[in-house]
């Protein structure tokens, strides 16, 4: 009997490994990204996904009660909708597509109905990514997003 399990087992082929799940706890969903679709260190994956996820949930005590439930919504929303365009995407299309979701999360999830100073202060968290075009991009449209909003 052993031995035709045994022999079952090696001969079965293996279950395809669980895809990476968002959380709203955790930013694994990214480094498991990395590993299905690796984009190496510039890549969204690791440039801008895992560094920013851990930064603000590693200091997310410091943020007032509504930041820290905002926080938790944004990085699930986020991880959500990047999975959505991940898929048979090139890495560049993912780094433009991944940017071009986090406006929508973040009014989604409330964003513009924090105060001014907890926003200024989330963006401060975010300033090592103005680097970029696309983080200015960003901040440009939520800001509009956000005006409009209230217009």
């Keep these: 009997m052993l031995r035709y399990l045994i022999l079952l087992f090696l001969f079965t082929p293996t279950i395809a490994q669980a895809t990476c799940v968002p959380s709203d ?14 984009c190496g260190k510039k890549g969204y994956w690791q440039d801008f996904g895992y560094p920013y996820c851990q930064k603000f949930l590693k200091d997310e005590a410091r943020f007032s009660k ?24 090139s890495c560049n299309k993912l780094h433009t597509q991944a940017m071009d979701s986090h406006v929508s999360c ?21 300033k090592g990514a103005l680097r970029s075009a696309d983080t200015w991009r960003e901040a440009y449209l939520l800001k509009q997003a956000c005006a409009n909003r209230f217009n």
């Design 25 to 38: 706890q955790s930013c694994d969903f990214y480094a498991c990204k990395e590993r299905e679709h690796a």
């Design 66 to 89: 509504d930041s820290q439930i905002w926080l938790r919504d944004v990085r699930y929303c986020l991880q959500v909708r990047v999975q959505e365009v991940a898929d048979g995407t």
């Design 106 to 126: 973040y009014v989604d999830t409330g964003f513009c109905d924090l105060t001014y100073m907890e926003q200024v202060k989330i963006y401060w968290y975010l």
